[in-house]
């Protein structure tokens, strides 16, 4: 017996060490993560994510207990176990209370945590009404089509403050995922299937979206802005979206207009007001109004563009725009057209 004791305490030891190396790292993760600049969904201002946060914190606190309950203990007798003679220790066998006491303290933790995320689950989930606009996921840039108010605002949504925003999520292609991470939950995009979010922005500003489900090459590119505005602005957002794309004013513009419409980029992309009606690129009726190209691959800024008109694939490798060689004049032009289309 005796004999047979000493190899299993032996290998008990490295099994603790393990769990605190675990340990370790999943606290050095925790540690790095919380430093990291990205939106994080801690720092919510929306409806649903303060729920998401709430449920967070309360299975993060009820963990934490379990988790330095069990250390406490597993220390406790590790310290004693090891001082108490060899004779004195003893298997515990057929202890009904005991067995009744371990059983049942984990089944109510698991129980609260059950309900706990029932009810807020369904606090977030309330039944669909009357969606704002469509989300439609694309490789790799977002398709935000407002259709009943007649306009596709690409890669840049507004929401007003303090009220509901419900959003239709489709997707054209490969399944992609809608997150807010200041909002709320994701939601996939799942293609022939129409999916529905919905929550109040608290405040105003400027949120960054990101597509959270793997969709190919660009997934890390594939970016969005959800801004956050008083009604009244989004009011007068909206009026400015809805109408068809400004004539050109400056003489690079006016020039800039000619060569879109003879250079294909028709083919690919719309903009109101004038000969171009494609579909399967961004709606570029007011992308001069935007703050980001591509799916906020880059800033909006002449420079970037003129990036992006000479070498979409430059700058993003196999996305779904071509390279269409132009001279350096055309290109200059085209910039000037598009960065008037506020
Ligand atoms: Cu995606």
Redesign the pocket.
């Known amino acids: 017996m005796t004999a047979n004791r000493q190899p299993e305490t032996r290998r008990s030891r490295p099994r603790v060490a393990t769990t605190g190396l675990a340990a370790a790292v999943v606290v050095a993760a925790a540690i790095l993560l919380a430093g990291c600049d990205s939106p994080s969904i801690l720092r919510s201002e929306g409806s649903a994510g303060n729920e998401i946060v709430t449920l967070a914190v309360w299975i993060f606190g009820i963990l934490a207990v379990v988790l330095i309950t069990v250390w406490a203990i597993l220390v406790f007798v590790i310290v004693t176990g090891r001082r108490r003679r060899e004779e004195d220790a003893s298997q515990t066998k057929g202890n009904l209370r005991i067995e009744i006491i371990w059983t049942a303290i984990p089944a109510v933790i698991v129980t609260v945590l059950f309900i706990l995320t029932l009810v807020i689950t369904d606090r977030i989930d309330m039944p669909a009404r009357g969606a704002q606009f469509t989300a439609v996921?694309r490789q790799?840039w977002w398709d935000f089509d407002y259709r009943e108010l007649g306009f596709k605002s690409p890669n840049e949504i507004y929401a007003a403050e303090g009220r509901r925003t419900s959003i239709d999520i489709e997707s054209a292609d490969v399944i992609?995922?809608f997150w807010v991470p200041q909002m709320g939950g994701k939601i996939d995009m799942i293609p022939g299937h129409v999916n529905h979010i919905h929550f109040v922005p608290l405040k105003t500003g400027e949120y960054l979206g990101e597509?959270s489900?793997f969709?190919g090459v660009q997934?890390g590119k594939?970016r969005f802005l959800f801004v956050v505005v008083t009604p009244e602005e989004y009011t007068a957002w909206v009026e400015r979206q809805q109408k068809p794309a400004a004539e050109p004013t400056g003489a690079a513009a006016v020039a800039g207009k000619k060569v879109i419409g003879s250079v294909g980029c028709g083919s690919c992309h719309a903009i109101r007001g004038t000969a171009l009606k494609g579909t399967f690129g961004p709606d570029l009726t007011h992308f001069g109004s935007r703050s980001g190209i591509a799916a906020y691959t880059l800033r909006n800024t002449p420079e970037n563009l003129l990036r992006w008109i000479q070498d979409p694939q430059g700058v993003k490798p196999e996305c779904n725009m071509p390279n269409v060689p132009l001279p350096l004049q055309q290109q200059k032009e085209l910039v000037a057209y598009l960065e008037e289309l506020k």
Do not use: F, R
């Open positions: 996921g790799w992609h995922s597509c489900e969709c997934h594939m």
